[in-house]
């Protein structure tokens, strides 16, 4: 039996039925068949958080092979912030995907590529002369990112912060924090990357100066700024556990970075496009990082990622030493294209802000009765909760796995994260309606009651 009813498949985009409809038990048999066979199939580490066969998504829901309409308060993962199969960007990709599939930008160049650049190198924050280069994944545009800062400074050290998360590569997993389960046993790791303290105003109770006074402090002494290529950072860290920086920390950091020659990168792989309620997270902070890597949000789905900076940063590195066969993919470019004319025309920034009023006023409601919500934080479409014991404070992860397990099994897609795994995290797809993220965040509220009860 093949699982993929292609029938369905072709009305993923917004003409998709806008509403959460279970016919079945989560999985349904359809969705249990498939996940035997990846079970049999695909290796162990590749895990997954919805166990459903996926057939169709657009606007706020994703249907599974059993016909069941799930609300989607994820974007797998921050990607599909202009809507899963948005009209623009099928048409785009079925275009390019006609003309050709692929030259690579290093043997024979293409305009897509070229004007994916040109954008990002409009769009990103800074007023000054910057270039671009395109890779296939968030880690890989990090990796690169590192390696121009250190061809660049003619210096080696990294630094990177508590809670960070920027990727599963060698490099990026020295750079992410967590061991579980991002890094367990998959060392060594690459070196010369130092981690210093992040401001994490729930839990640290600093100001942003005085956390960025600590964090300058332990970089002087263990890394010393000579030796510093890049400082790396997420200005909202997200599978960290959404962490926003107390205000002043990220302009203290940039300061530094800029009194002391270190390239300040902004990792703003999920932050990025839109999600937070203005194109880029680090515009929030008033900060203009010297560069800035992007993935996710900035094709509608299709694989692309990019490094953006500093002209004469980005210019550093010899011919032939950055690139890769499938970077800038010319049908990820075409789609990129239609995403940035989509987010631009449809001022998606602003419709983050509206849902992160809802989100907000909805989640605070939900607080007021329940202690449990220690924290609620975000900005615009990338907002959390994060779950704690009343008296103590201290992480409550198995009530946020069970929270998260039964919202799915009502038919809604919560994510978690956070370093201590005790973080619900909500970041809908920018087209999601009003009446269907109210109705996700209902489920949410039920699913924490019933974990009183249970
Ligand atoms: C901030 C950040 N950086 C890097 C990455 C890695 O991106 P990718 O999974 O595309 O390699 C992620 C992915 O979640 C991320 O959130």
Redesign the pocket.
Known sequence: MTLIDTSAATTGGPALTQERRLVTAIPGPRSQELLARKSAAVAAGVGHTAPIAAVAAGGGVVVDADGNSLIDLGSG??VTSVGNAHPKVVEAVQRQAAQFTHTCFMVSPYEGYVAVAEALNRLTPGDFPKKSALFN????A?ENAVKIARKATGRQAVVAFDHA????TNL?MALTAKAMPYKSGFGPFASEVYRAPMSYPYRDGLSGPEAAAKAISVIEKQVGADNLAAVII?PIQ??GGFIVPAEGFLPAISQWCTANGVVLIA?E???GFARTGAMFASEHFGIVPDMV?T??GIAGGLPL?AVTGRAEIMDAAHVGGLGGTYGGNPIACAAALATIEVFETEDLSDRAREIEALMLSRLETMQAADPRIGDIRGLGAMIAIELVDPATKAPAAALAGAVAKRCIAEGVIVLTCGTYGNVLRFLPPLTIGDALLSEGLDVVAAALAAEVAA
């Open positions: 993962i921050a994944s968030g880690a890989e990090v998360y920027h990727g599963r990026t997420e997200g599978e990792d792989v999920q932050s890597t993935a996710k990622a």
